[in-house]
Structures are given as structure tokens and as C-alpha cells.
């Protein structure tokens, strides 16, 4: 397995012929790798990872880690098939909502052990929670502020883990655009000033708004989007079950599964806008877990949209017959099979939150029970009533744990979605230099100082 570090020697002059001083090592690392029989990165997402632009060639990554992905470049890596890594390879990018820098931190350790792209998303009540429960929030404030916090600390951090990052954000019905509004207009200040968005795509869900003015609203924010670079993500139909405040579990049936005839429409809306948009689909998906048997999955239903697209588009239609890229909503819970059978109608995303939430929960309440009697009391535990429980009731020691777990589970959706030694980085090595814990061993963070 080649590294992306063996890449890049030096950092070239900023020239239009950028990309040509890069290809060249790349295509030499690849033909060695192919000789000796290992499995290098994808070609196009290892040319992607050095240049944020083949227009741009001054936005030159030195480094493998590039911190956040333009979707401009890994859009098209993703949604088209003649050059798709993701339709080639046929895996999809696991996409975790997070609430902390914790999460945050367990999301980029997660990627980094299964040598991967990752997508880190924040809803509006996560936003807000970000930026702290008691600052006011009117006219969504607090909740700008706490994306903006959490877009530099994935931008700085991604950077020390080494991994490629989309920077997304999720469900944002009708009240909530002015969230979106105040996070675009950071987006646009941080491209005048750099040449780039501070986030990579935004989620527009006016599924439960008229088709016609869903439509409506996000044609007029994928044309603003796209002139900075931000990838759409657009809702059809009505994810059930209840989440961050949301609750549609009385929704009719019939609203939890999308028609081949309004994707279309979506589709000739706003093709000709930008081809920068996905559609979240609904096949049936529901936030949450459930007992077996109360969610049922229709991924056919994209398979069915695909066809029916296709054969309208008739000579336009891509080589593959998938002219649309889907996400996936509620794959917390989800049958592997159903996973794996969406990945073939052209999903290219797919959300976790609801597990994540539990194994996080997992984490502190495993600490909790293994050291119960250490953590009532300041002072006093069965190794004597004089005995202090710092070192027990320390917070980065449950807080630790809980990202234990929750790296264990991103594990899962990382196999489950075929997201695995993509970008050839290698075996992920033991921390060093790093405070002890005396409870769980090396601590990665704290420096001995």
C-alpha cells in the first residue's frame, strides 16, 4: 500500500501546469504498486487530495491531509461514471452527525483507522448545542456560530489525522434557512478570502413544503451555492421517525417513499443550474432504531428512478444508466442487505446519527459500571476511605471511552458502506508523546508538559 506522503517531495511553483508536475508521480507510484501486487489509493481521489482545483493551481495541498474537500473536485470523482471512484469501487461515504469536538475528534480517528474519506455534519440543535445551550439563540445565532466553530476544528484538526473531509450540514426545513443563509455568507466571506467555501455542502429539506416550491427555493440556493463551490443536497419524500426535535412518526406511508416522476423533475430543475446536487430520496428511511419488522426499505425505488430517468434523458443518459446521486437518510439501524443494494442504485452518502448517539452512550456508561464505587465520591473508594477519585472521575476519562466506542462503530458503517482503504495511507501507528492515563493507558491530547 503506497502513502500519500511518498507523493509529494517538495512544493512545486504555482503554475497552470500544477497538476502535470503531480501526474507523474502518481502514475509512478501507482505502476509500482500495481507490480507488486498491493492496492494503491484511487488515481483521481490521490490527484484530488494535492489540488483543491485544476483551475486554481495556487490552492496546492503540500501535505496528504487536506482537512476539508472541495465537493468541486470530489463531486465529480463521485457522481459520474466514467471517472467515479465510488460507482467503480462501489462503496459510499459514511456521513456522522457530531455534537462536540469529541465527536469530531472520534469521527477524523475513525476514518484514519479505515484509511478514508469521511463526511462530519452538524444540524441546527447540534449547531447550537456546539456553540453552547446558553447563549440566545434568536434568529438562529448561536446555532451559526457553533457550525463555524466546528468547521475550523474539523479544518484544523483533519489536518493532524491526515484525512480528507466533507464538511456538510444536515436537515434544514423551511424555518431554519436563515441558519443556512448566515452559514453561506461565512462560506462566501472565507472564498473571497481564500478561494474556497468554509463547508463543502449544505442540506435543503423542504420535503414536507409542496414539490413545486421545494423545488423553487432550492434552485435558487443551488445557484448561489454553486458560485463558491457548495455541493446541494435536496429532500424528496419524508424521512420517518423523530430526530433533533423533528417528529414524523404519524406521517402518512405513502410519504416515506418517492416517485421515479418527482425525482425526475428535480432532475430537469436543476440540471441545467449546476450538477452540484444529490437527492435524498425517500425508499422508506426512518431516524432511529426499531424492533425488526417496523421499517421497511424499498432501495428499488432508486433503481426504479434511475431507469426511468435514464430512458427520458434517452441519448444523454450516462453510460451506466445512474444520472443521480443519492444519499442514503437513517442508515443508523439498517439491515446490511439493504445497505449494500443501495450502494448499487447509485448512493453515494449515507447517514449515521441515532448509533453514534448510542455508542457514545455506550462508552460512558461502560466506564460507569466498570468503576462505579470510584466515582461517588471526591474521596473514599474500595481501595481505601482516604483514596481520591480524580483520576476516575477526570472527564476525559468517560469522554475517552465514549470515543472508543464510538470508533469501534464507525468501524461497522465504514465495512457496511465499503468504505475501506481507499487513500492508501497505510496502518494508522500508536500515538506517541502523549499524557498518561493511569486509568486507560496512553491518552492521545495531552502533551506532558
Known amino acids: 500500500m503506497c502513502h500519500f506522503w511518498q507523493v509529494c517531495t517538495g512544493r512545486p511553483q504555482h503554475t497552470n501546469n500544477g497538476m502535470k508536475w503531480l501526474e507523474p508521480r502518481v502514475d509512478a507510484i501507482?505502476?509500482?504498486?500495481?507490480?507488486?501486487?498491493?492496492?494503491?489509493?484511487?488515481?483521481?481521489?490521490?490527484?484530488?487530495?494535492?489540488?483543491?482545483?485544476?483551475?486554481?493551481?495556487?490552492?496546492?495541498?503540500?501535505?496528504?491531509?487536506?482537512?476539508?474537500?472541495l465537493t468541486t473536485i470530489l463531486f465529480?470523482?463521485?457522481?459520474?461514471?466514467?471517472?467515479?471512484?465510488?460507482?467503480?469501487?462501489?462503496?459510499?461515504?459514511?456521513?456522522?452527525?457530531?455534537?462536540?469536538?469529541?465527536?469530531?475528534n472520534a469521527c477524523l480517528e475513525a476514518a484514519r483507522k479505515n484509511d478514508a474519506p469521511v463526511i462530519i455534519q452538524f444540524s441546527s440543535g447540534g449547531s447550537q448545542f456546539y456553540g453552547g445551550k446558553g447563549l440566545d439563540n434568536n434568529n438562529y445565532q448561536a446555532a451559526i456560530a457553533g457550525a463555524?466553530?466546528?468547521?475550523?476544528?474539523?479544518?484544523?484538526?483533519?489536518?493532524?489525522?491526515?484525512?480528507?473531509?466533507?464538511?456538510?450540514?444536515?436537515?434544514?426545513?423551511?424555518?431554519?434557512?436563515?441558519?443556512?443563509d448566515g452559514l453561506l455568507a461565512a462560506s462566501e466571506r472565507y472564498y473571497e478570502k481564500h478561494g474556497e467555501p468554509l463547508f463543502s455542502s449544505h442540506m435543503i429539506?423542504?420535503?414536507?413544503?409542496?414539490?413545486?416550491?421545494?423545488?423553487?427555493?432550492?434552485?435558487?440556493?443551488?445557484?448561489?451555492?454553486?458560485?463558491?463551490?457548495?455541493?446541494?443536497?435536496?429532500?424528496?419524500?419524508?424521512?420517518?421517525?423523530?430526530?433533533?426535535?423533528?417528529?414524523?412518526?404519524?406521517?402518512?406511508?405513502?410519504?416515506?417513499?418517492?416517485?421515479?416522476?418527482?425525482?425526475?423533475?428535480?432532475?430537469?430543475?436543476?440540471?441545467?443550474?449546476?450538477?452540484?446536487?444529490?437527492?435524498?430520496?425517500?425508499?422508506?428511511?426512518?431516524?432511529?432504531?426499531?424492533?425488526?419488522?417496523?421499517?421497511?426499505?424499498?432501495?428499488?425505488?432508486?433503481?426504479?428512478?434511475?431507469?426511468?430517468?435514464?430512458?427520458?434523458?434517452?441519448?444523454?443518459?450516462?453510460?451506466?444508466?445512474k444520472?443521480?446521486?443519492?444519499?442514503?437518510?437513517?442508515?443508523?439501524?439498517?439491515?446490511?442487505?439493504d445497505i449494500r443494494e443501495s450502494l448499487g442504485y447509485g448512493v453515494i452518502k449515507m447517514n449515521i446519527d441515532t448509533d453514534t448517539q448510542w455508542s457514545y452512550w455506550e462508552g460512558i456508561k461502560n466506564f460507569e459500571s466498570k468503576y462505579h464505587d470510584y466515582l461517588q465520591t471526591q474521596i473514599g473508594n474500595p481501595e481505601g476511605p482516604d483514596k481520591p477519585n480524580k483520576k476516575y472521575y477526570d472527564p476525559r476519562e468517560c469522554m475517552r471511552s465514549a470515543e472508543t466506542v464510538t470508533v469501534d462503530r464507525l468501524e461497522q458503517s465504514f465495512g457496511d458502506l465499503r468504505c475501506q482503504k481507499i487513500l492508501g495511507l497505510g496502518e494508522m501507528g500508536e500515538a506517541t508523546n502523549v499524557l498518561e492515563s493511569s486509568v486507560f493507558g496512553p491518552r492521545k491530547g495531552g502533551l506532558p508538559v
Request: glycine share 8%.
Open 148 to 180: 463555524i466553530s466546528g468547521a475550523f476544528h474539523v479544518r484544523t484538526m483533519a489536518e493532524q489525522y491526515g484525512v480528507p473531509v466533507i464538511l456538510h450540514t444536515d436537515h434544514c426545513a423551511k424555518k431554519l434557512l436563515p441558519w443556512i
Open 323 to 337: 444520472p443521480v446521486s443519492f444519499v442514503f437518510h437513517g442508515g443508523s439501524g439498517s439491515d446490511l442487505t
Open 205 to 321: 429539506d423542504l420535503s414536507e413544503e409542496p414539490i413545486e416550491e421545494n423545488i423553487d427555493i432550492c434552485k435558487d440556493y443551488l445557484a448561489r451555492m454553486s458560485k463558491v463551490g457548495i455541493l446541494l443536497e435536496m429532500e424528496l419524500g419524508i424521512t420517518g421517525g423523530e430526530e433533533d426535535g423533528v417528529d414524523n412518526t404519524d406521517v402518512p406511508l405513502e410519504d416515506l417513499y418517492s416517485k421515479p416522476e418527482e425525482i425526475y423533475q428535480v432532475y430537469k430543475e436543476l440540471s441545467p443550474i449546476s450538477d452540484m446536487f444529490t437527492v435524498a430520496a425517500a425508499f422508506g428511511n426512518v431516524h432511529g432504531v426499531y424492533s425488526p419488522g417496523n421499517v421497511k426499505l424499498e432501495p428499488k425505488i432508486l433503481s426504479r428512478a434511475q431507469e426511468y430517468i435514464s430512458e427520458k434523458l434517452g441519448d444523454d443518459a450516462p453510460a451506466d444508466k
Open 30 to 69: 501507482f505502476e509500482r504498486e500495481n507490480k507488486s501486487g498491493n492496492t494503491g489509493p484511487h488515481r483521481e481521489l490521490l490527484l484530488a487530495i494535492f489540488f483543491k482545483s485544476r483551475n486554481q493551481p495556487h490552492s496546492f495541498l503540500p501535505y496528504a491531509a487536506t482537512s476539508v474537500l
Open 76 to 104: 465529480p470523482l463521485i457522481s459520474h461514471p466514467s471517472h467515479s471512484i465510488l460507482y467503480c469501487t462501489g462503496y459510499a461515504i459514511p456521513a456522522v452527525n457530531c455534537v462536540s469536538s469529541s465527536g469530531i
